[in-house]
């Protein structure tokens, strides 16, 4: 037992409580969690990186917000947005501000459909594993 990793050992206990189908999904839903956090992370650090601190503040506050947000509050913003994008809503009430931060948008745009084209094929295969080859409720 001692020479089994313990995400082993974690996924063992995990799958012996919880059904597979909800296992699964749940490991989607984790991992897409993951990556709009990261591509938030991103594009905010390529906000950070490509405009001054004055404009920052003013596109803060052009959202509501205190000129010196905290962080969650930045990064709720940045997570609206990131979703916005992932699920082609796009709103228009966030956007990229200058160059940096439209060619982040475009690369973060293609990233978008991919894990959501991803996360639905995950989900059809789910489906299809779950409830077998019926064709009918």
């Given at each position: 037992l001692s020479n089994i990793p313990l995400t082993a050992r974690i996924m063992n206990i995990g799958m012996r409580f919880v059904p597979e189908c909800v296992w699964a999904m749940s490991k989607l839903i984790f991992s897409l969690a993951f990556v709009v956090h990261s591509c938030s992370c991103?594009?905010?650090?390529?906000?950070?990186?490509?405009t001054s601190q004055e404009e920052i503040s003013d596109f803060i506050e052009g959202y509501g917000l205190e000129r010196d947000a905290p962080v969650l509050q930045?990064?709720?913003?940045?997570?609206?947005?990131?979703?916005?994008?992932?699920?082609?809503?796009?709103f228009g009430d966030v956007g990229?501000?200058?160059?940096?931060?439209?060619?982040?948008?475009?690369?973060?745009?293609y990233v978008g459909v991919i894990v959501f084209g991803l996360l639905l094929s995950g989900i059809?295969?789910?489906?299809?594993?779950?409830?077998g080859k019926r064709t009918h409720l």
């Open positions: 991103i594009f905010w650090l390529t906000k950070e990186a490509s930045r990064y709720a913003l940045s997570i609206y947005y990131i979703n916005t994008i992932f699920t082609t809503v796009g990229p501000q200058n160059e940096a931060e439209r060619f982040v948008t475009i690369f973060l745009m059809g295969y789910r489906k299809h594993a779950f409830c």
